[in-house]
Every structure is written in C-alpha cells, then in structure tokens.
C-alpha cells in the first residue's frame, strides 16, 4: 500500500495592500489624509478613516509616517509642495513683467479656488500658529525662491520704466493670496451679509480681475 501524496500547502495569498508599490501605497495615504485633515483638522482626523480612505490599515500607516502628527506634518509639506511647483510651471522669467504679475494673480486665485483642501490646512495650520510647519526645515527655502524669481519680474518691470522702484515682492504676492483666501474663507457670512451669492460664477470672474487691477494698480507707476 502507498501512502497518499501529502498535500502542498496553500500559498497564503498576498494582501492588496503588499501587492502595491510603496510610493504609491504612501501616496494614496497622503490623498487620503490630506482629505480627512482638510475635512475634520488635526484634532477630529481619526487614524482609522485614514487607513479605510487609503484602503490600506493602520500599520502601513504608522510604517510610512510613525504617527498622526507626522502624517500631518507630511501632508502640510506636500501641500505646499504642490503649489510652488505648479507656479514653476508659469515660467515667469519667459512671461512680459505685466503678463507675470497678471498670470500669477490669475493662477494663485484658480489654485485656491480648485484646492478647497489647501485653504483649510492652512486655517488648521493658523489656528496652531504654525507649530508643525516649523517642523518642516525646508519650508523657508522653498519659498525664497519663489520669491526670488518674483523679485526678478518686478526687477525687470522696473528697468523698462512700468513698475515702480523698490517694489516688495512679498507684499505684493501678500496682495494677491490675501484677496483671494479672505473671499474664498468669508463667502458664507458675506454673501449672507450683502444678499448676493459670491460663489456664482460671474461674482467669482469678477473678484479674479479684481485681483489682477488692484495688484497691477499698486504697483504700476504713476
């Protein structure tokens, strides 16, 4: 009599979550996180929603980010990635000094307008003066460039006799992200206020070009 072959074990099937590239398993959990911080703030976020957002768990989670405070962390970094990088994409140094200022108003408004996510973190962010985003050591770094290819346009404007001297480059991106986040935070009270919808499209188009006459206006000479 033989004996009967003995079985091979199941191979245990690998999890979805295995299977994935780690860059994109750690992508997929900033998108998620960034949508529950944006939605809840840091102190309503639950670990739990991110991971079922994610469809990853918990594990893989504290793997890629050790706790909620760093995901955090990790999300405000790569929110304020993502708009210095696509202004690296108006190439300003290639645009007219008039046509630079104009198409970085026009695009600090439409980045806000389509990154309702941004604007909340930053009101997070505020509310906690700003304590995780000193975590972030290049932060200063990456926004000094920005200014300086800013200060260049403004440079060039002035030498072509259409900008005036000695232009702050930061007051006049200040001029721009405080127009367009005071409306964007305030829309609720403000339309409630003044009996007019500020979120219709023709208000929206309208404040967009706001934007560009009051900046261009401060800083054109006279």
């Known amino acids: 009599m033989t004996d009967s072959p003995t079985k091979p074990k199941p191979v245990k099937a690998k999890s979805k979550t295995s299977q994935r590239d780690p860059e994109r398993t750690r992508a997929q959990i900033l998108e998620a996180a960034t949508s529950e911080f944006a939605e809840k703030g840091i102190g309503g976020a639950r670990v739990d929603a991110i991971a079922a957002r994610a469809g990853t768990n918990k594990r893989m989670l504290y793997h890629y980010f050790g706790d909620k ?43 806000f307008v389509d990154h309702p996510e941004f604007l909340s973190l930053l009101g997070t962010e505020n509310l906690h003066r700003a304590a995780y985003l000193k975590q972030l050591s290049y932060i200063p770094e990456m926004h000094s460039h920005f200014i300086s290819e800013l200060a260049q346009v403004l440079e060039r404007g002035e030498a072509a006799g259409i900008f005036l001297a000695g232009t702050d480059p930061l007051n006049v991106y200040l001029t721009m992200a405080s127009m367009t986040c005071f409306y964007l935070n305030n829309h609720y009270t403000l339309s409630t206020i003044f009996g007019r919808e500020l979120m219709a499209q023709d208000s929206l188009d309208a404040w967009k070009q706001q934007i560009v006459s009051v900046t261009l206006g401060s800083i054109r000479r006279r």
């Open 69 to 111: 405070d760093q995901l955090y962390t990790a999300v405000l970094g790569n929110a304020y990635a993502g708009i210095r990088n696509a202004e690296k994409k108006l190439n300003l140094a290639g645009r007219t000094p008039e046509d630079g200022i104009r198409e970085l108003a026009l695009f600090t408004w439409h980045y």
